[in-house]
């Protein structure tokens, strides 16, 4: 596909280790023109999460890639992390060589918004971290729901359990205040969730069959994964984030339900629960309640090379 046909993408992230691989899938796929990235705190700190950024697109070959610093902490509340699932750095202990690039000098908000204002109705948000960035910008930029093509979000638990909490999932719970503003919002989002991330898993086996990986993003994969598979000792990756990437090239991976969606917020157990509702009002959205994994997967290792075909 030449350039000019790509989807302009602007990929929001809170960089650990699924968001490195859906990194290296939005670079691969080739469908997209990866216009920026944008980092807000979440799996790890803000500053982890930057440079966790910028070394990953430095590995993948894409360095060039503009990477904006967003917010450092959730909207009200104190910053919670997922360090015991991504390792103290947030990519399961892999240290790929420092970026020779530096950080853009807009804030992740304003860089979403003058993105969207320079091509309104072009760029494709894909935002699979806590979604204080977005709720920023929407704050700068009211008119930001009818300037973006598209947004893609990685949230929320609608049908099933939570895996921060019994009701919620983590990008959701790390700042529900966030998750309600956006889901309130006119923005023409798609929501996957739990519900269908739990489905798109990289099996061990499939896993240890890397240890002789070259590709780099084959190799990345590897890497980034021992934390989960060595020291925490499962036996099935989900891929999450990734999953968000491959939607918004192709949606009809996913069957969606059109709904209004809120966040639980205040301080109770049910913080960061995400709730289907239809009201008079409430902007509907499509949420991805089924999935065809098995076209997901064989698209997720084609593309990274996973299956032995070049990448």
Same mark, same amino acid.
């Given at each position: 596909?030449?350039?000019?046909?790509?989807?302009?993408?602007? !990929?929001?992230?809170?960089?650990?280790?699924?968001?490195?691989?859906?990194?290296?899938?939005?670079?691969?796929?080739?469908?997209?023109?990866?216009?920026?990235?944008?980092?807000?705190?979440?799996?790890?700190? /803000?500053?982890?999460?930057?440079?966790?950024?910028?070394?990953?697109?430095?590995?993948?070959?894409?360095?060039?890639?503009?990477? *904006?610093?967003?917010?450092?902490?959730?909207?009200?509340?104190? /910053?919670?992390?997922? *360090?015991?699932?991504?390792?103290?750095?947030?990519?399961?202990?892999?240290?790929?060589?420092?970026?020779?690039?530096?950080?853009?000098?807009?804030?992740?908000?304003?860089?979403?918004?003058?993105?969207?204002?320079?091509?309104? =109705?072009?760029?494709?948000?894909?935002?699979?971290?806590? !979604?204080?960035? !977005?709720?920023?910008? &929407?704050? &700068? @930029?009211?008119? &930001?729901?009818?300037?973006?093509?598209?947004?893609?979000?990685?949230? =929320?638990?609608?049908?099933?359990?939570?895996?921060?909490?019994? *009701?919620?999932?983590?990008?959701?719970?790390?700042?529900?205040e966030a998750g309600d503003l956006v889901a309130r919002s006119g923005l023409p989002i798609t929501f996957i969730g739990l519900d269908v991330t739990h489905q798109v898993v990289l099996r061990r086996d499939e896993w240890e069959a890397l240890e002789v990986a070259s590709d780099p993003a084959a190799r990345l994969v590897r890497e980034v994964c021992v934390h989960s598979f060595v020291v925490r000792g499962i036996e099935r990756f989900h891929l999450h984030d990734p999953l968000a990437v491959a939607v918004a090239?192709?949606?009809?991976?996913?069957?969606?339900? @059109?709904? =209004?969606? @809120?966040?639980?917020?205040?301080? =109770? @157990?049910?913080?960061?629960?995400?709730?289907?509702?239809?009201?008079?009002?409430?902007?509907?959205?499509?949420?991805?309640?089924?999935?065809? *994994?098995?076209?997901?997967?064989?698209?997720?290792?084609?593309?990274?090379?996973?299956?032995?075909?070049?990448?």
């Amino acid at each position: 596909m030449s350039t000019s046909a790509r989807i302009p993408l602007l !990929l929001d992230v809170d960089t650990g280790v699924d968001d490195a691989i859906a990194i290296a899938l939005a670079l691969r796929l080739g469908v997209f023109d990866l216009v920026g990235v944008t980092t807000v705190a979440g799996n790890v700190e /803000l500053e982890r999460t930057t440079e966790n950024t910028r070394r990953v697109l430095a590995w993948l070959g894409a360095a060039d890639v503009p990477v *904006a610093r967003g917010m450092s902490r959730p909207l009200v509340r104190p /910053l919670r992390t997922a *360090a015991a699932f991504h390792g103290e750095n947030g990519l399961g202990g892999f240290e790929p060589p420092p970026s020779p690039a530096a950080t853009y000098p807009e804030t992740a908000p304003e860089f979403m918004v003058r993105t969207a204002r320079e091509r309104p =109705g072009e760029v494709t948000f894909v935002c699979v971290g806590p !979604l204080t960035n !977005l709720a920023v910008a &929407l704050g &700068l @930029e009211p008119d &930001l729901p009818r300037l973006v093509r598209r947004v893609v979000i990685m949230g =929320g638990a609608y049908t099933v359990p939570g895996n921060s909490t019994p *009701a919620a999932e983590f990008n959701m719970y790390a700042d529900p205040e966030a998750g309600d503003l956006v889901a309130r919002s006119g923005l023409p989002i798609t929501f996957i969730g739990l519900d269908v991330t739990h489905q798109v898993v990289l099996r061990r086996d499939e896993w240890e069959a890397l240890e002789v990986a070259s590709d780099p993003a084959a190799r990345l994969v590897r890497e980034v994964c021992v934390h989960s598979f060595v020291v925490r000792g499962i036996e099935r990756f989900h891929l999450h984030d990734p999953l968000a990437v491959a939607v918004a090239a192709r949606p009809g991976l996913v069957d969606v339900r @059109e709904s =209004g969606v @809120e966040v639980v917020t205040g301080l =109770g @157990e049910r913080a960061g629960e995400t709730l289907l509702v239809d009201r008079p009002g409430l902007p509907r959205h499509a949420v991805a309640l089924g999935v065809d *994994a098995d076209a997901f997967g064989a698209l997720f290792r084609s593309t990274l090379g996973l299956d032995g075909t070049p990448g």
